[in-house]
């Protein structure tokens, strides 16, 4: 079965902080991906990662950074955590496949709290 | 104009029957994939069933189906033989190609509750 571990279930951090988000995954999956989920609002992308040190932004990396220096482990960091990052955070990874079917594996999340 | 919309934020459904979870699409690309994830309580988001935009028929998946309407832009979940595992959110997202990526759009999901 693909695992993808997620470093922290829950975590508490204050305003101004910085936060590491650590994923790894063990089915060697070259694509890894970043979500946050908030309610009401469904999972918006935040970065994505093709291949070890490559990134590309999804649709909301504002206040957000990446960093992919090994294939099976994603981090997201929050260079200076605000109240309104506070989410679930979900990691994913998937392997490419033909025909737009490519599925996405996930980890069970981080919820973040930022006070 | 969203890409995935979902208009049932919670619904019910008796243990044992059957209940249909909305999603419509948004996109002009033919080509294009459709996804239901569903998320238990524990948080991991877990894949349930694929319809490709190609796809002549429905897809299936156990207790699963897709009732893909191509012309309409919807393509519905329907659950059979309702279990109590099943209470759980469940979010539709469609996979196309943008910016030389393909990338998925998840919607607001669904919380189904599966009564006894």
């Known amino acids: 079965d693909v695992k993808v571990t997620q470093s922290s279930r829950y975590l508490v951090k204050r305003t101004g902080e910085k936060v590491f988000l650590e994923c790894v995954q063990d089915?060697?999956?070259?694509?890894m991906f970043w979500y946050r989920q908030d309610p009401g609002l469904g999972l918006r992308l935040i970065y994505f990662?093709?291949?070890?040190?490559?990134?590309e932004k999804g649709d909301i990396p504002e206040g957000y950074s990446v960093s992919r220096e090994k294939k099976e482990r994603f981090s997201l960091i929050l260079e200076s955590a605000s109240t309104n990052q506070t989410s679930m955070y979900l990691c994913?990874?998937?392997?490419?496949?033909?025909?737009?079917?490519?599925?996405?594996?996930f980890g069970s999340g981080t919820q973040l709290s930022v006070l | 104009a969203q890409k995935i919309t979902q208009t049932q934020p919670g619904m019910f459904v008796q243990e044992k029957e059957a209940v249909t979870l909305d999603c419509t699409y948004d996109?002009?690309?033919?080509?294009?994939?459709l996804f239901w994830y569903k998320q238990p309580s524990s948080g991991e988001m877990i894949f349930l069933i694929y319809?490709?935009?190609?796809?002549?028929q429905n897809a299936t998946e156990g207790r699963y189906s897709l009732n893909f309407q191509k012309a309409r832009k919807s393509a519905n979940l329907v659950i059979s033989a309702s279990q109590l595992g099943d209470s759980a959110m469940y979010f539709c997202?469609?996979?196309?190609?943008?910016?030389?990526?393909?990338?998925?759009?998840f919607g607001t999901g669904t919380k189904l509750q599966v009564i006894p």
């Open positions: 994913a990874s998937s392997s490419p496949q033909g025909l737009l079917r490519e599925k996405l594996f």
């Open positions: 089915m060697d999956h070259e694509n």
């Open positions: 990662s093709y291949d070890v040190k490559m990134k």
């Open positions: 996109t002009s690309d033919p080509s294009y994939g």
């Open positions: 319809q490709g935009s190609y796809d002549q």
């Open positions: 997202a469609m996979r196309e190609v943008s910016g030389g990526y393909q990338k998925v759009t």
